[in-house]
């Protein structure tokens, strides 16, 4: 079995400075890809702060395996600094093939005592900071598909199980992950036209931003009998995806953690009447009907045990 699955692929990943996103980024490489830019700010954990070297130092690590590389320190959550990343990319290497948006940054705690400005910096990394590079690698394909045809290109965007399943203290920083699973099911639509398919992962794995979950005291004791907690756990999901192989599966959000696989179905119709009654108790009966024919609520504390990420 061929190991050199991206052969050929020019690859962007952002956040590919440390951890998941490292992983990514060096699995990429080491499948054969063309090239991989290595995008990250080099900011702290809680956002602050910016410095060139951990791209630097990936990109010097992908070198050192034969796949040519190119360090970035823009800011994806900056329209214009998001365009010009790619923009150089493809000046460097004639074109981009996959992006896999994966820089993020996560806020954990009480509703109650969220502040704005913790909010202003989640939404702005985690949604803006994905769709301004997809943006970006959006009009690169249309270009190309206007000159080239159907082309064979990817996007994939990181979300979180906080996103697709109820995760107390993680309010924000949920609901931007949510925005980016739907985003993904949005521009696999659109994008479809130039053959471009979108998916996204859901990776779980020990961090810089998971660290502090084990200072919490929160077990996840039960990740060391199925494989271990390691960024490189995720990385094979994330090579295959951004080969040809893939090129029949798009639209999907997929999860991957500690040795554990699985696809996330998420919002379908469920059991429905086709006239709602006028009365409002008429009208809470109904519902009550049928929320008993239709499948219980799942929350991540319920799915703790296979389920657990922040990324």
């Known amino acids: 079995m061929s190991t050199n699955v991206c052969e050929g692929r020019v690859c962007l990943v952002t956040g590919a400075g440390r951890g998941l996103g490292r992983s990514y980024a060096i699995a990429l490489a080491e499948a ?139 309010a924000a920083y949920g609901a931007s992950k949510s925005a980016m699973a739907t985003l993904t099911q949005v521009l696999a639509d659109e994008l479809d036209a130039y053959g471009v398919t979108v998916n996204g992962v859901a990776p779980g794995a020990w961090t810089r931003m998971t660290i502090p979950m084990r200072a919490a005291g929160i077990d996840l004791s039960h990740v060391a009998t199925r494989g271990g907690f390691d960024p490189e756990g995720v990385a094979p999901l994330v090579v295959w995806l951004a080969s040809s192989d893939s090129r029949d599966v798009t639209g999907q959000i997929f999860e991957a953690n500690a040795g554990m696989l699985a696809v996330a179905e998420g919002w379908r119709q469920g059991p429905k009447v086709d006239q709602t009654p006028a009365h409002p108790i008429e009208v809470g009966r109904t519902v009550r009907q049928l929320l008993t024919r239709s499948v219980p609520r799942t929350s991540r504390a319920q799915n703790w045990s296979s389920r657990t990420d922040q990324t």
């Open 32 to 170: 054969g890809a063309e090239a991989v830019i290595v995008n990250d700010l080099g900011a702290d954990p809680d956002g602050t702060g910016a410095e060139l070297g951990p791209a630097l130092s990936v990109a010097a690590e992908i070198e050192a395996r034969g796949c040519p590389s190119l360090a970035d320190g823009s800011d994806i959550s900056s329209w214009g600094a998001a365009h010009d990343m790619v923009e150089r990319a493809v000046a460097a290497f004639g074109r981009l093939d996959v992006l896999v948006n994966n820089a993020g940054t996560f806020r954990r705690g009480p509703f109650v005592d969220l502040k704005e400005s913790q909010c202003d910096t989640v939404f702005l990394t985690n949604c803006k900071g994905t769709i301004a590079p997809a943006h970006a690698a959006a009009q690169h394909w249309q270009s190309r598909h206007n000159r080239e045809g159907r082309l064979d290109s990817r996007l994939i965007n990181v979300t979180s199980s906080a996103g697709l399943y109820a995760a107390p203290t993680m």
